[in-house]
Antibody
C-alpha cells in the first residue's frame, strides 16, 4: 500500500520561502507510471493545484503560482519537494502531496496534509 | 485559463438520488474525476476516467461525462455520503479542480 507523508515547518514568516517534503513509502517514486504533485487548501475553501513533477524532473505548474514555485524530486530518497517563495498570509493552507496516475488523469493516493501558517 | 463550475451545495434525503454537476468547455473531450472529502480528511477519489469506480468505492457512486458537463450520481444516498465533492480534469498542461459542492443529507 502506497503512503505519502508531508513534512516541513508549520509556521513560515511573510516574504520567506515555504519548504515541504513528501516522502513516499510502499512503492518506488521512480516508477514511470506516475507523476507527483502538490495541492493546497485554505481553511474552508476548495482545492488548488500547485504543480507536478515526473521522475525525470519535468514539471508543470499552476500559472497563477508559477513565478514562485519550484518542485523537485530526489529518487534516491523516494521524496519530492515543494518550495514556494515570497509567501504571504494568502499562502496559509493545508498542503497535500499526491500521486498522479498517468493515462487516467487523476490523483489516486494522497498524503494526510500538513498545515502551513504564514505569520510573523 | 480553463475553469470547472460546480453548484456550491446540493441537498438530498436519505435513500434518494443525488446528482452533482461539473461544467467546463468541452469537458466531455477530457477525462473527469470526482473526489470526496470529509472534514479533516484528505480527498478520496470516488470516480475516475468519467465513470470508473476504484476498488472499495460503493456501487451507488456513478459518473458520466458528455458535452460540457460531467455528473456524479449517488444512488440510495446514505448519511455517510455527506461530504464535499470536487470534480477535476486535466487541461493541456494543468490540473483543474472545480470549486466543490457540499452535499447535505437530510
Amino acid at each position: 500500500q502506497v503512503q505519502l507523508q508531508e513534512s516541513g515547518p508549520g509556521l513560515v514568516k511573510p516574504s520567506q520561502t515555504l519548504s515541504l517534503t513528501c516522502t513516499v513509502s510502499g512503492g518506488s517514486i521512480s516508477s514511470g507510471s506516475y507523476y507527483w504533485s502538490w495541492i493546497r487548501q485554505p481553511a474552508g475553501k476548495g482545492l488548488e493545484w500547485i504543480g507536478l513533477i515526473s521522475t525525470s524532473g519535468s514539471t508543470n505548474y499552476n500559472p497563477s503560482l508559477k513565478s514562485r514555485v519550484t518542485i523537485s524530486v530526489d529518487t534516491s530518497k523516494n521524496q519530492f519537494s515543494l518550495k514556494l517563495d515570497s509567501v504571504t498570509a494568502a499562502d496559509t493552507a493545508v498542503y497535500f502531496c499526491a500521486r498522479w496516475l498517468l493515462g487516467t488523469d487523476h490523483f489516486d493516493y494522497w498524503g494526510q496534509g500538513t498545515l502551513v501558517t504564514v505569520s510573523s | 485559463s480553463y475553469e470547472l463550475t460546480q453548484p456550491p451545495s446540493v441537498s438530498v434525503s436519505p435513500g434518494q438520488t443525488a446528482s452533482i454537476t461539473c461544467s467546463g468547455d468541452k469537458l466531455g473531450d477530457k477525462y473527469a474525476c470526482w473526489y470526496q472529502q470529509k472534514p479533516g480528511q484528505s480527498p478520496v477519489v470516488v470516480i475516475y476516467r468519467d465513470s470508473e469506480r476504484p476498488p472499495g468505492i460503493p456501487e451507488r457512486f456513478s459518473g458520466s461525462n458528455s458535452g460540457n458537463t460531467a455528473t456524479l450520481t449517488i444512488s440510495g444516498t446514505q448519511a455517510m455520503d455527506e461530504a464535499d465533492y470536487y470534480c477535476q480534469a486535466w487541461d493541456s498542461t494543468t490540473v483543474v479542480f472545480g470549486g466543490g459542492t457540499k452535499l447535505t443529507v437530510l
